[in-house]
């Protein structure tokens, strides 16, 4: 028997990936594919809690569901504005390693 | 909701997602990526979310990952040669996700919902765009326009930062 619990540490699971990517991986193409992962475990523990809390009417609760279409929306346009950063930097460096970019480390 | 199937796509998520951060060579890890998100749009779909599986795939699979790809190929990156690996900083890190991950696990144990199955749904059908619809053009309305002028000033802020040079 499937219980909340289940989807709850898949979406733990997909997220600590996501989270090791960014911490472990140095290239930046991959740290952001990493926080696309991050941000759709999210998304799946939400869609799993409008699953579990149904309305009266015996409905999946929506507000959920516009929420994660809301996180889908903003991660696209995120996307577009980071590679477009991206390209910047690599024109501006050649480089798409984080540790040949570090200007602004103290 | 079948668990055999619930188990096969966990697991085709899980094994592609860590073949992302795995993979040397950035085209296979975002094609790794967009199979990890098929296995999240089951996933979705079999929580009775169908819209949003579907919006999973043609926006992230269809949209985002083909302009990774675009991107990855327009850089021309290569697999990167090995470069001299700290060895107290990858430890660190892969401390810290896995002492995260035994935390999450820890504070689902002791969530009560998170012991029980979900329940039946007693509407005879899930029309689920006519529902998302209906929230976003009433209760969300506003959020729903504030998006679209958010997706207006990302489409502005990409042209100003491709443009050759910044004044």
Redesign the interface.
């Given at each position: 028997m499937l219980t909340l619990g289940h989807y709850l540490v898949v979406s733990g699971m997909l997220f600590t990936i996501g989270f090791a990517g960014v911490l472990l991986r140095r290239n930046i193409i991959i740290i952001f594919m990493s926080l696309e992962l991050m941000l759709n475990a999210a998304n799946l523990s939400l869609v799993a809690f409008s699953r579990f809390h149904l309305t009266s009417a015996g409905m999946p609760n929506y507000n959920a569901q516009v929420f994660v279409f809301f996180i889908i929306t903003v991660a696209a346009a995120e996307v577009a504005v980071g590679l477009a950063i991206i390209v910047a930097l690599y024109r501006a460096r050649q480089t798409t390693n984080v540790e040949d970019i570090t200007t602004l480390k103290f | 909701?079948n668990?055999f199937l619930?188990w096969f796509f966990?697991f085709l998520?899980?094994v592609f997602?860590?073949a992302?951060?795995i993979n040397r060579n950035?085209i296979a890890?975002?094609l790794s990526?967009v199979i990890?998100?098929m296995g999240?749009s089951a996933?979705?779909m079999s929580?009775?979310?169908f819209?949003?599986g579907i919006?999973?795939v043609l926006?992230?699979a269809g949209?985002?990952m083909v302009?990774?790809l675009f991107?990855?190929m327009?850089?021309d990156?290569r697999a990167?040669n090995l470069?001299k690996i700290n060895y107290v900083a990858?430890a660190g890190?892969?401390a810290?996700?896995?002492v995260?991950?035994i935390q999450?696990?820890f504070v689902?144990?002791q969530?009560n919902?998170?012991?029980?199955?979900?329940?039946a749904?007693?509407?005879a059908k899930?029309d689920?765009v006519h529902?998302?619809g209906l929230?976003?053009f009433t209760?969300?309305n506003l959020?729903f326009q504030i998006?679209g002028v958010?997706?207006l000033v990302?489409?502005i802020?990409?042209v100003v930062?491709?443009k050759r040079e910044l004044k």
């Open positions: - | 909701m668990p619930f966990a998520m899980l997602g860590a992302v951060i950035p890890s975002a990526l990890c998100f999240l996933l979705f929580l009775d979310a819209f949003i919006i999973q926006v992230y949209a985002v302009l990774f991107i990855i327009l850089l990156l990167e470069r990858v890190g892969a810290v996700a896995v995260f991950f999450i696990c689902v144990g969530l919902a998170a012991k029980q199955p979900f329940p749904l007693t509407s899930t689920d529902n998302i929230l976003l209760n969300y959020p998006i958010l997706v990302a489409t802020g990409v930062l491709s």
